[in-house]
């Protein structure tokens, strides 16, 4: 009895995730990577949960994610939310961040536990930043990046020395968005 109760949770919780992906409009094959359910499946889910709601507000991302690191250095508000979500990312250990400020795979394993621990990540971001520039698939492709050092650098203000991202291949002003904006200001 004890092992069918340990995989009812197990499979309630990868539930949970689903619908907690979902609710976020993570795109199907996000889904199927952190919770092992196959496509055909999350399409039931979605169908079942969303679909018929009255107000729904979810809808479904398909094609391929976005992955164009230049989305992060538009303006300095989307730089400076970038950044606070990447600050996140390290926090919750989705992505590693050495004294050298390169970064890399953090000690979160892929699959379900990376899937709750960005969900935090990304549930925290909402809540420092209600009208959020980052949507959750720009946020995870932000996460790989990172993650793989491809195209987004930390650095340090000269000025204040907070952390933030900048462009790989952008000349750096060497201050972070807040102190740019202070200083056009
Ligand atoms: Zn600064």
């Known amino acids: 009895m004890r092992a069918t109760d340990?995989?009812?949770?197990?499979?309630?919780?990868?539930?949970?995730?689903?619908?907690?992906?979902?609710?976020?409009?993570?795109?199907?094959?996000?889904?199927?990577?952190c919770t092992g359910?196959?496509?055909?499946?999350?399409?039931?889910?979605?169908?079942?949960y969303f679909k018929h709601q009255q107000g729904?507000?979810?809808?479904?991302?398909?094609?391929?994610?976005?992955?164009?690191?230049?989305?992060?250095?538009?303006?300095s508000r989307v730089q400076a939310e970038a950044s606070a979500l990447a600050g996140l990312f390290?926090?919750?250990?989705?992505?590693?961040?050495?004294?050298?400020l390169t970064t890399g795979p953090g000690a979160v394993r892929p699959g379900f536990a990376k899937g709750e621990r960005?969900?935090?990540?990304?549930?925290?971001?909402?809540?420092?930043?209600?009208?959020?520039?980052?949507?959750?698939?720009?946020a995870w492709s932000l996460q790989a990046a990172l993650e793989t050092g491809d195209g987004v650098l930390v650095a340090d203000c000269v000025r204040c020395g907070a952390l933030y991202v900048q462009d790989a291949l952008a000349l750096d002003p060497a201050t972070c968005p807040g102190c740019r904006g202070r200083q056009s200001a």
């Open 90 to 100: 390290f926090v919750y250990g989705l992505v590693r961040l050495r004294s050298d």
């Open 118 to 138: 960005f969900c935090r990540a990304f549930e925290d971001y909402l809540t420092l930043c209600p009208s959020g520039q980052l949507s959750f698939e720009r």
């Open 37 to 48: 359910f196959s496509q055909e499946r999350i399409r039931k889910l979605y169908a079942t």
């Open 56 to 75: 729904n507000r979810v809808r479904r991302k398909r094609g391929k994610s976005p992955s164009a690191v230049d989305f992060f250095f538009r303006n």
């Open 6 to 33: 340990d995989r009812y949770a197990g499979e309630r919780a990868q539930f949970d995730l689903a619908i907690r992906l979902i609710r976020h409009q993570a795109r199907t094959h996000i889904i199927s990577e």
